[in-house]
């Protein structure tokens, strides 16, 4: 994997904790976004088990996207909530976090169907659809979901397995499919990494390929079409620090 240094992002956590305790997650990441090989953003996420045993995966992001004229700033804050028992979505929220307008959606799950709740300029729409099999949801620009997709891949079965993902901002589903390539090592700034790779399909739009751990978490996407990278943060160099500078002719200290 070619690696490029990282540029210096900054990144906004917001975490709404209320009166209690800050507790640890039990897993977190960061995720770095490259387009045309460039780092132009970034991603981090957390999960934790809820009182209810259900997962709950929370996240933020910020962008910057130019068209060699402007760049402008997209930040934006997930939280899912995940079936215990299969990690069926049972609901999902997206909330604009950069300019004032708030916009964003809501997703709920329930009695075999999905509906959606769109906020778009003080303005809100609602639709619903009926719940198909294997549903996931894989939203655009946010990445760490890819975990979610990737274990209802079925490993022992093999071959090219479809999924229905269901697309909240356009409030309709769209058909992908997953199929096992070769695993490899990953090459990175500190060695290597074997990882299991994977062809993702969003069936009729695009392809990319997916790679994750051992564990099955995300390490890197490429998406060509688009000229779409995101690597695990870890993975990649430190950005360099500034030296300071020094004077080249530092004034005498007079005699005392």
Not at 48 to 73: A, C, H, M, P, Y
Not at 198 to 220: N, P, Q
Request: proline content about 7%; glycine content about 8%; aromatic content about 8%.
């Amino acid at each position: 994997m070619k690696v490029v240094p990282v540029l210096s992002l900054t990144l906004a956590c917001l975490l709404r904790t209320g009166s209690s305790p800050v507790s640890t997650p039990q897993y977190s990441q960061a995720y770095t976004v490259l387009i045309k090989g460039v780092p132009c953003g970034t991603e981090t996420t957390t999960e934790e088990w809820g009182k209810d045993g259900n997962l709950v995966s929370s996240s933020q992001s910020e962008i910057f996207i130019t068209d060699g004229l402007e760049t402008k700033r997209l930040a934006f804050v997930t939280r899912m909530v995940l079936s215990k028992s299969n990690l069926t979505p049972i609901s999902y929220s997206y909330k604009y976090t950069s300019g004032e307008s708030k916009d964003g959606y809501e997703v709920t799950v329930k009695d075999g169907q999905i509906r959606r709740v769109l906020s778009r300029g003080g303005h809100s729409s609602e639709i619903t659809v009926p719940l198909l099999a294997d549903v996931t949801i894989l939203d655009f620009n946010v990445y760490h979901q890819y975990d979610y997709l990737i274990r209802k891949y079925d490993v022992k079965k093999g071959g090219r397995q479809s999924f229905h993902n269901f697309i909240p901002l356009i409030g309709s589903e769209m058909p992908m499919a997953i199929t096992q390539i070769e695993d490899t090592n990953l090459e990175h700034a500190k060695g290597t990494l074997p990882v299991r790779n994977f062809k993702i399909e969003f069936v009729g739009m695009w392809s990319g390929t997916v790679s994750t751990d051992k564990s099955g978490r995300l390490v890197r996407l490429v998406l060509r079409d688009q000229d779409l990278e995101v690597v695990r943060k870890d993975l990649l160099p430190e950005p360099e620090q500034p030296k300071p500078e020094t004077e080249k002719n530092p004034a005498p200290v007079p005699p005392r």
